[in-house]
């Protein structure tokens, strides 16, 4: 069974620029989640989707960042413009169903905004 | 909202030996699950052992256990025979079950386990 697939790997823009990050989750996960992991920290949640409906996106940040996963299964979440502040590592999650015990995780997207 | 604290930014043991790492958290909520995740340096997050808060009963995955007080809010993972491919970064997770509302997972900042051969 394949993983959950994310592209890019790496990404390096200036600030102010735009940048979108690509989450194929594991085939006939209905939950997909994106984290923000900032270096030393553990990850924050900053979106789920239940198909193609948002859950919970109380913790994006809405001026600059959105999301979408539309026919419910790829989701793409996009930044513009980018800050210094969000460099870090963006980790996309799927599982089953929304009240399934483990969600699996992509390899992430390694942000540096210079 | 629920918080979760790991202490100990950094833990170095020796090889084959045992390790506890620590982890506290906070929720007003008595349905939630508790999980360890591991991530190496390939930032690949695994999950290592989960814990449902109803159950009394420790888990345990092979050299994994934890050691889980409910009333303490206390969740430490121990790992016996220590190996080289355990080093890694190391979470501690909370996710709500209310089964309602959102269930992200809310992590601690993570411990660093070096392993010395």
């Known amino acids: 069974e394949a993983g959950v697939a994310q592209s890019p790997r790496y990404k390096i823009i200036e600030k102010r620029q735009s940048v979108a990050f690509w989450c194929n989750p594991i085939?006939?996960?209905?939950?997909l989640y994106w984290y923000q992991q900032i270096l030393g920290q553990g990850p924050k949640l900053l979106i789920q989707f239940q198909n193609n409906g948002v859950v919970d996106d109380s913790q994006l940040p809405k001026d600059r960042f959105s999301a979408e996963r539309l026919k419910g299964v790829d989701s793409t979440l996009k930044i513009q413009p980018a800050k210094l502040e969000d460099s870090a590592v963006y980790l996309c999650?799927?599982?089953?169903?929304?009240?399934?015990?483990?969600?699996?995780f992509g390899p992430g997207t390694r942000l540096t905004v210079l | 909202a629920q918080t979760v604290t790991q202490s100990q930014p950094e833990m170095s043991v020796q090889e084959a030996e045992t390790v506890t790492l620590s982890c506290t958290y906070d929720t007003s909520e008595s349905d939630y699950y508790l999980f360890w995740y591991k991530q190496p340096p390939s930032r690949q997050m695994i999950l290592v052992i989960r814990q449902e808060a109803y159950k009394q009963q420790n888990a345990t995955e092979n050299r994994f256990s934890v050691n889980f007080q409910k009333a303490a809010k206390s969740f430490s993972l121990k790992i016996s025979d220590s190996q080289l491919g355990d080093a890694a970064m190391y979470f501690c997770?909370?996710?709500?079950?209310?089964?309602?509302?959102?269930?992200?997972?809310?992590f601690g900042k993570g411990t660093h386990l070096i392993i010395q051969p």
């Open positions: 085939s006939g996960h209905a939950t």
């Open positions: 997770a909370y996710r709500n079950n209310s089964g309602g509302g959102a269930d992200g997972l809310t």
């Open positions: 999650a799927s599982s089953l169903e929304r009240v399934s015990t483990e969600q699996f």
